[in-house]
């Protein structure tokens, strides 16, 4: 008898936890705040061993960085000329990936990347 109180004890927390609980979180690429983005401009390049400037802009909502091929890049976010990713250096992106930067967060400046083989990369801008 005792065994089965606690089963159903366990259970009701269990269920409890389940319904109660659970906070759902939707991934977004635009700014809370502001009406949803939309994608103004979209630049595919090919990333080698030599940091590559893929985008430079003064304005967006965030930017939606896509990787194909079997080799992951190095990624820097900033209008310094000096902030070049290397094999130590940067923001790894793993291979075939689509990831979205708030602009909140990895601004709107200058994107450089680096891939230790020859990576096509996609990256889209949303205003």
């Excluded at 991934?27 to 590559?52: G, K």
């Excluded at 930067?101 to 990369?121: E, H, I, P």
Aim: proline letters at 2%; charged letters at 10%; hydrophobic letters at 45%.
């Amino acid at each position: 008898m005792t065994h089965i109180k606690t089963a159903g004890l366990f259970s009701a927390v269990i269920l409890a936890a389940f319904f109660f609980g659970g906070t759902t979180f939707f991934a977004r690429a635009d700014d809370a705040n502001t009406l949803p983005a939309t994608i103004a401009t979209t630049t595919t390049d090919t990333v080698t061993s030599t940091a590559t400037r893929i985008v430079a802009t003064s304005t967006c909502s965030a930017r939606i960085i896509s990787t194909s091929g079997t080799s992951g890049i190095m990624l820097t976010f900033s209008d310094i000329e000096g902030k070049v990713p290397s094999a130590t250096a940067g923001h790894w992106q793993a291979a075939s990936t689509t990831i979205a930067y708030d602009a909140s967060q990895y601004g709107c400046g200058a994107v450089r990347a680096y891939a230790g083989a020859s990576t096509l990369v996609t990256i889209s801008e949303a205003r």
